[in-house]
């Protein structure tokens, strides 16, 4: 049975950890060490190798694709909302811990294959690179996964943390590349670099990590079972995979890069919306089937059954809510549809065998919280 009706006494909650607050500090502090490490290696590269100026020029110009990737991702999101503490963490990782440990593991392979005596930067670009750069990246996702398991649901959750640990991995990158092109080739060699990776390639990072993100997410909803394990390794292999493609496009020259981008990268890009556009509206779909439970126990009422597992339906019912009661009321609405979205996914996690000691509590607060988000509405 999904809860009580409502009115019925709370249930006490059950496994209460000791010292939470002593446990959250200590874990914030040890990310802001790790993430201010990282930022001061990054600032200290960037700054050696193309001046003050450069990186000016390569900061400004890194965060306008930002403005385009960041944004679709928070828009994936809005089905089931993440806590922006997680996102905040996922972006920062690829920004600073990601890109300055990529920097030192990268440019320290090609001084070995250097001394091979083989074309260091081609082969550390399109071999070693996309080894290193994934598996730094999906560590994110990995590391929201163990400390915060309750906040991770799915393969849309795995696609949004994955893209963001990626999309702060390509502004770092980028503020190394374009302000290395600006040092060597003026403010030609900026607009020219700002074409290829901020215009027609904002998405390539994203693009490549997803891919491990929907491993993982795939692996979380399986509380058993070879394809948990299978799932993580072949999502991050394919990240790899794509990864070396774009690479070796890039050192393929002019019409290699032509040549790829049009007939690879556009329609792996493309494909890659259409299943995140479809794996949208299943999970919204699940959502929908999910919360009918509580329909039949009068904690949701058909309409609102309907509202919630439509992805169209829930952005009409928080425009009608600002209609009729202004921000206020949207922000209700947001929150009901948050509350129910976070409810279904519990119960998914409940089913599938995946879900906490606590999780009949957990549903409990859920179902009080939706039922406080309802009566603020208009």
Not at 320 to 339: C, I, K, L, N, T
Request: proline letters at 4%; hydrophobic letters at 55%.
């Amino acid at each position: 049975m999904p809860g009580s009706p409502p009115g019925a006494a709370r249930p006490a909650p059950i496994n209460v950890t000791h010292r939470p607050w002593l446990r959250r500090f200590l874990l914030g502090t040890a990310l802001l060490v790790l993430f201010t490490a990282g930022a001061l290696l990054l600032s200290v590269a960037i700054g050696i190798e193309v001046g003050a100026q450069a990186a000016l020029l390569g900061v400004l110009f890194a965060a306008l694709p930002v403005g385009i990737v960041v944004p679709a991702l928070l828009w994936l999101d809005r089905l089931e909302a993440e806590p922006t503490s997680h996102l905040v963490f996922a972006f920062c990782w690829g920004a600073f811990v990601a890109t300055a440990v990529s920097i030192v593991l990268n440019t320290g392979s090609i001084i070995v294959l250097a001394n091979v005596g083989v074309d260091a930067e081609s082969v550390a670009a399109v071999m070693v690179a996309p080894v290193v750069e994934e598996s730094l990246k999906a560590m994110a996702v990995l590391l929201i996964l163990w400390l915060r398991r309750e906040e991770f649901d799915g393969v849309i959750d795995g696609i949004v943390y994955a893209g963001l640990s990626a999309a702060g991995f390509a502004f770092a990158e980028n503020i190394l590349y374009l302000g290395r092109a600006y040092a060597e080739f003026g403010a030609q060699g900026l607009v020219g670099l700002f074409v290829i990776r901020g215009l027609l390639g904002p998405f390539a990072h994203p693009l490549f990590t997803m891919w491990t993100g929907v491993g993982i997410g795939v692996a979380v909803t399986r509380a058993r079972g070879v394809l948990r394990w299978i799932a993580p390794i072949a999502g991050l292999l394919l990240a790899m995979f794509l990864h070396g493609l774009w690479n070796l496009s890039a050192v393929a020259g002019i019409e290699g890069f032509w040549s790829s981008y049009l007939l690879l990268q556009v329609p792996i890009f493309l494909g890659a919306i259409a299943f995140v556009t479809w794996e949208r509206r299943r999970e919204a779909r699940m959502i929908g089937a999910t919360l009918s439970m509580y329909q039949s126990y009068g904690w949701l009422t058909p309409g609102e059954v309907r509202m919630l597992g439509s992805t169209a339906a829930r952005r009409d019912a928080r425009h009608w809510a600002q209609r009729a009661g202004g921000r206020p009321a949207q922000r209700a609405m947001v929150a009901f549809q948050d509350e129910a979205s976070d409810l279904a996914m519990l119960r998914v996690r409940m089913s599938h065998g995946t879900a906490g000691s606590d999780a009949l509590y957990e549903e409990r607060i859920l179902l009080d919280s939706l039922t406080r988000a309802r009566a603020a509405l208009p």
